[in-house]
């Protein structure tokens, strides 16, 4: 079949707000008994080639992962990188929603992803894909659903409008991209007497502009585009018995739970929905990232910060010259000069990862530091970071690592999640060259284009950045 995702590669990629850890972290921290990441068995429905699915193969060499997408392309391209990198936990499949559900045995994940598919698909297939969810999540699983949400979606809906006017009848992806950006072009600049919504759609434009082409072509100009609301979504879940349990998005984690101190309404479930749902409208919110578990399970909906005590920790927050922390622009000040302290510490670790015991020491600190993860400052995560902090005696690339420069690629996925655009060609080198049978010495006398003498200081800091197995 050749699919619009055939013809035109989507790019590949990974995403905080599926990773396991942040989906078992939410769980526990509603009180229920998420299966261990490391040993689980994870699901990507339409994951594109995957990338997102092979950073956790390539962590956790005792999971067993399996993704699957209706691109043929995309999955080749994603087999040759899982070849290439010998991860033999994982598998991907060529296989349409539809068809899927008959695969899998009832129960079969316990995490199960489906990022950016719910909103793009025809009903139909929408209809399919919670059911396959609902079907194959294991009793203590969890499920990561993001789809464009209400009413953000509607700003979107007008700006397809326009852009379908444009567009219509050009076929050739070059073609239909140069008219969708020389109209966006236009339509971003500001007018005299602008209304507050007509500034709305001009930022809208300006963000579509800053999108590569490939995303512009399939998320704005492609034929399926059905933003959800929040309550719609859970309500489909819960007819399959699924129950919502909450949102692994920035800022939206806490959505599942009551305002700290509330006291606890009859119905737990249905009035943190409809606080979420009101907040979406008042925020004008444009994406969500919504987890579901069994309806058997039952979350606790009453936030307690000592559920984080057992966790790991790691944080970009960076401490200015005037005691306040930066990330991204935003400002944070931290009173508690203790736990400034031991975040500084936590930041300076980064992404080897902290107890959370270590940085925290009292309840107040435990709340501060839940909070600071609600707002996306500091990730928790269940166990110590999968990959070490210095280099062994004979230094490993991470086999995905490993696989993605061979390829030719000069951005790669480290063992910490993450992209990583390796731009210095001695570094591609030295990294290729540590396969886990040549010691350090050898190596610096190697060469690789890096002064001897600092290959062990290159090495430790690829160890820092995630790129080392050992
Ligand atoms: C917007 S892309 C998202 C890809 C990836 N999950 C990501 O977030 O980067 C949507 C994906 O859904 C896949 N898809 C669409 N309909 C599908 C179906 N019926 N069965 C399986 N995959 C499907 C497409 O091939 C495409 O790779």
Request: hydrophobic fraction near 45%; aromatic fraction near 6%.
């Amino acid at each position: 079949m050749n699919t619009p995702y055939d013809r035109v590669a989507y790019p590949s990629s990974v995403f905080t707000q599926t990773h396991p850890e942040r989906l078992a972290v939410l769980a526990l921290l509603a009180g229920l008994e998420p299966v261990d990441p490391r040993h689980s068995r994870i699901l990507e429905i339409g994951g594109g080639d995957c990338l997102n699915l092979l950073s956790f193969a390539a962590m956790w060499p005792d999971c067993s992962a399996h993704g699957f997408d209706l691109s043929q392309i995309a999955i080749e391209r994603g087999s040759r990188i899982a070849e290439a990198a010998g991860l033999d936990n994982v598998s991907l499949a060529v296989e349409d929603i539809m068809e899927a559900h008959r695969r899998y045995p009832a129960g079969s994940f316990d995490y199960v992803i489906v990022h950016g598919v719910y909103a793009w698909v025809p009903p139909h297939v929408r209809e399919a894909c919670m059911e396959l969810v609902a079907h194959v999540l294991s009793d203590h699983g969890i499920a990561m659903i993001s789809y464009n949400a209400m009413p953000g979606g509607h700003v979107r809906l007008i700006m397809r409008e326009m852009l379908f006017n444009i567009v219509d009848g050009i076929d050739n992806f070059e073609e239909r991209i140069d008219a969708a950006r020389s109209f966006l072009e236009d339509y971003a600049k500001p007018r005299e007497g602008d209304e507050p919504l007509a500034i709305t759609l001009r930022q809208q434009a300006e963000s579509m502009l800053q999108r590569p082409d490939s995303v512009l072509f399939h998320d704005e100009l492609g034929d399926c585009y059905y933003p959800q609301r929040l309550i719609d979504v859970v309500r489909a879940g819960e007819a399959l018995g699924l129950r919502h349990l909450t949102d692994a998005g920035r800022n939206r984690h806490l959505d599942g739970f009551l305002p700290d101190g509330a006291e606890v309404p009859e119905d737990p479930d249905e009035a943190v929905l409809r606080a979420a749902s009101r907040d979406d409208y008042a925020a004008l919110r444009f994406f969500r990232h919504t987890l579901f578990v069994r309806a058997e399970q039952e979350p606790d909906r009453t936030i307690d910060a000592s559920r984080i005590d057992g966790l790991y920790l790691t944080t970009k927050l960076r401490r200015q010259e005037d005691g306040s922390f930066a990330l991204a622009g935003d400002t944070i000040e931290i009173a508690d000069e203790e736990l400034a302290t031991a975040l500084e510490a936590a930041a300076a670790a980064t992404p080897q990862r902290l107890a959370v015991s270590q940085v925290a020491r009292n309840p107040e600190q435990l709340r501060v530091v839940l909070q600071l993860f609600a707002e996306w400052y500091v990730q928790l995560y269940v166990h110590p970071a999968p990959f070490p902090s210095v280099p062994g005696n004979l230094p490993q690339t991470s086999p995905l690592v490993r696989a993605l420069l061979e390829m030719g690629e000069l951005t790669v996925c480290t063992l910490d999640h993450a992209l990583l655009k390796i731009e210095q060609a001695e570094l591609r080198g030295l990294l290729l060259a540590a396969d886990g049978q040549t010691a350090i010495p050898d190596l610096a006398a190697a060469g690789h284009g890096i002064p001897p003498e600092d290959v062990e200081a290159a090495l430790t800091a690829s160890a820092q950045r995630g790129l080392l197995l050992g």
